[in-house]
């Protein structure tokens, strides 16, 4: 695969260029409004809603027949200038409140991602754009080496990452998440890792070394085991059997490994929960979490045009009941209920996962990560495998 890597720079003063100004780069793939858009192969979302912040409307080019064939967009990279590389929230919804994001946009293209609206602050739309223009932090690893080294830095779990997944298929070439796990081995910080990639498992020599000292957890996240869903909703994340494999070699590997059963989507995928538990047992997870979808902003007309794309014929049922799980609203942004639902219906399903993952021996014990054994090494001192 080609990856097209541009540095977002002034082409003559050679300095970062404001996001106000980055839309400038770019050159809009097409223009359709949301109900005539096609289904675009390895592309998740089928619409690209206006931005919140520059409105303008989408509409279809009238020079291109219904019968001609789109092509999908290459992915573009763009090297985003950063200062810093790590974030904190203050939500109690996450279970950790400093994260890393080497990247900005996620080629994997989940239809429902959640972090979809934050392409929006770079003048950019939520649909085609946030999974084909990807934003890369070169210098992650040097910066996050330079943050943990500073006196100023309270050793606690890192989370990676808190918004668009670390092993995304770029990583494979610019191994940007590898380069912050070795600082993170280094100084024995711990860090809970999110993806849907079996790529994690080129990474295992450093997660077995954190692992020594709890300094690691790992998160599979396993939507569904149907392939072809997958490839639907998922386009360019693993198949449903590498995540499971992923699973089964972190544990065989004594990684302790988990899995989030998210989202969990009423009417499409929540009767697969049950099947879930069940495979991600048997591949050696130790724990399992199942979380509804939860649709923000340009989330909300993205997901329904998917469904009308590609299951027209259940699309009012499922957008019916995920407002009956949100107690009658299609989202609810509070602290405290983005992650969760309310209802008979959501008590239904919270409590059909519980009783699974109960039958199959989950939860039982977590990962136990724990900063007891932090140290701050200056550069070239020493590496992960001294004592």
Request: aromatic content about 8%.
């Amino acid at each position: 695969m080609y990856y097209n890597i541009l540095n977002v720079r002034h082409p003559r003063q050679n300095k970062p260029i404001s996001p106000s100004l980055v839309r400038q780069l770019f050159t809009p793939y097409y223009l359709l409004v949301p109900h005539e858009l096609p289904i675009l192969k390895g592309r998740g979302a089928v619409v690209s809603p206006a931005n919140r912040f520059q409105p303008l409307d989408y509409v279809r080019d009238e020079d291109v027949q219904d019968d001609e064939p789109q092509p999908a967009p290459r992915t573009q990279f763009y090297i985003e200038p950063a200062r810093s590389i790590l974030v904190t929230n203050d939500s109690p919804d996450v279970g950790f409140d400093v994260g890393i994001n080497v990247y900005r946009g996620c080629e994997h293209g989940c239809m429902y991602c959640f972090a979809r609206p934050t392409h929006e602050y770079l003048d950019l739309n939520a649909g085609i754009d946030f999974e084909s223009k990807i934003f890369v932090k070169m210098e992650a690893a040097k910066l996050l080496r330079k943050e943990l080294s500073s006196a100023r830095w309270k050793p606690r779990t890192i989370g990676m990452s808190g918004v668009t997944d670390c092993y995304q298929p770029i990583e494979r070439k610019l191994k940007l998440t590898r380069g912050c796990l070795e600082v993170l081995a280094d100084f024995r910080n711990p860090v809970t890792i999110i993806t849907k990639n079996h790529l994690v498992t080129r990474d295992i020599d450093l997660l077995i070394e954190l692992a020594k000292y709890k300094c690691v957890a790992v998160n599979v996240s396993v939507t569904t085991l149907d392939q072809e869903l997958t490839m639907k909703m998922e386009p360019r994340t693993s198949v449903p059997r590498r995540r499971l494999d992923a699973v089964r070699k972190l544990s065989d590997a004594g990684v302790p490994v988990g899995v989030l059963i998210a989202p969990v989507i009423p009417g499409l995928t929540d009767h697969e929960v049950p099947n879930i538990v069940k495979a991600v047992a048997d591949a050696g997870a130790k724990w399992a979490h199942a979380i509804p979808v939860r649709l923000p902003g340009a989330v909300l007309p993205i997901f329904e045009n998917w469904l009308e794309a590609h299951f027209p014929d259940r699309k009012q049922k499922i957008m019916n009941r995920i407002k009956e799980l949100r107690g009658g609203k299609m989202y609810d942004s509070r602290f405290h209920h983005r992650m969760r639902g309310q209802g008979e219906m959501y008590e239904q399903m919270k409590k059909m996962a519980e009783l699974h993952i109960r039958k199959y021996g989950l939860n039982v014990e977590g990962a136990e990560l724990s900063a007891e054994n932090f140290r701050r090494v200056e550069a070239g001192q020493m590496n992960l495998f001294d004592s």
